[in-house]
């Protein structure tokens, strides 16, 4: 209750001052006042501000009692399929209880992430489910004083909202026990930016890690990450997971690095790792080994059968809409008004699938000769 009196304190004129700009400002941006223009540099400080004070705006009216029955999803993008998957999922469970959803994509831009209050307000949203962690995270929390939500996510998820997760250290740890047994050192970590938004790829990098330091290596040395950025790449924000796969496999080729083993952040990084190596005249996985992270339906494919793990997409989905629906409606039965209950969190946990994409390490002076041969 202590933090929660302490939050109240802080209001719109701290924000102002904080933001440098004044109080009908600050009031007009976070309301999404249409007649009035900012530059998106003022947006951001007040969004910025509102986020380090942990400033919170009381709801600007109450839930009307009748029931739209509309669902809002919340992705990221739509260039990774696993988002798909988890929304068809969601989509059909849903229906099945006689809701809709309505899927807003905020392709990750800070601005229509500070939007989503207003639109769910419009649209007389039921609830929220949001498949990813925005930039700012006090968004969610002041999503859920208005409306039941929940978040699909990493196990580091906000502790204050309710939560569906897999621990992506976990999934880090499987991989890397799985292609250890095999006898690989080596290995090539291919990612998407590593931030604090997508703790769920750098937990996946430190599972990896951790678990070949605790077999005693140089774990810095042995798994080695890459991304577009880190690489310095002249490739747009919006570069999908596939090509980001293919083009950083064809630059981690070109270093001639002994790496015997690459793992994708996700089945579609990982798919565009196969496709660089195969058109570079290596062999899956003779040659290298490669590891997804999603066991998306395309990956049990023969022509793909790439080692994955788990993540029970369609189950979390399932699952997701059944205790997002009982919250609409123990909050329905509260006519409209937040009631006291305990957060939830649920935990997958994940499970590796291997496949034929993953196999012994060969002797380094055998691959070493073939990888001059092909060359």
Not at 125 to 134: E, H, K, R, S, V
Not at 188 to 215: E, N, W
Not at 217 to 224: N, P, Q, T
Not at 285 to 301: A, E, I, K, M, T
Request: proline fraction near 4%; glycine fraction near 6%.
């Amino acid at each position: 209750m202590q933090k929660d009196t302490e939050r109240e304190k802080i209001t719109l004129k701290m924000v102002a001052a904080h933001a440098g700009v004044s109080v009908s400002a600050v009031s007009m941006i976070l309301n999404n006042y249409k007649q009035a223009s900012f530059p998106q540099e003022t947006k951001r400080r007040v969004y910025e501000s509102c986020e380090a004070l942990g400033y919170h705006r009381q709801p600007a009216r109450e839930r009307r009692s009748t029931q739209t029955k509309l669902i809002v999803a919340v992705v990221p993008s739509f260039e990774n399929p696993y988002y798909a998957q988890i929304l068809s999922a969601c989509i059909r469970r849903a229906g099945e209880m006689g809701y809709r959803v309505m899927t807003l994509c905020t392709e990750r831009n800070p601005d229509e992430e500070a939007n989503l209050l207003s639109v769910c307000r419009t649209v007389d949203a039921d609830g929220i489910l949001c498949l990813y962690q925005p930039r700012y995270a006090s968004m969610l929390q002041r999503l859920h004083r208005e409306f039941p939500l929940f978040q699909l996510y990493d196990a580091t998820a906000d502790p204050c909202l309710n939560v569906i997760s897999i621990d992506g250290f976990r999934v880090g740890s499987l991989i890397a026990e799985h292609l250890y047994h095999l006898n690989h050192r080596t290995i090539a970590y291919v990612t998407r930016p590593l931030s604090k938004r997508q703790s769920g790829s750098s937990r996946r990098l430190t599972g990896i890690r951790d678990y070949f330091t605790r077999k005693g290596f140089d774990a810095l040395e042995c798994i080695k990450s890459y991304s577009i950025e880190s690489e310095n790449l002249p490739f747009p924000q919006t570069i999908d997971s596939y090509e980001t796969g293919r083009v950083l496999t064809e630059q981690i080729l070109k270093k001639r690095i002994p790496f015997t083993a690459f793992v994708g952040t996700s089945d579609a990084i990982a798919y565009g790792i196969m496709d660089a190596l195969l058109a570079c005249g290596r062999r899956i996985p003779q040659d290298y080994s490669v590891c997804g992270c999603d066991n998306l339906p395309f990956s049990r494919h023969q022509a793909i059968s790439l080692t994955t793990v788990e993540h029970f997409w369609s189950e979390k989905g399932h699952d997701a809409i059944d205790l997002l629906i009982r919250e609409i409606e123990n909050r329905a039965g509260g006519n409209g008004k937040r009631q006291s209950v305990n957060k939830i969190r649920m935990e997958y946990e994940p499970r590796l699938i291997a496949r034929n994409s993953s196999g012994k390490c060969r002797p380094l002076s055998e691959k070493i000769k073939k990888s001059r041969e092909v060359q």
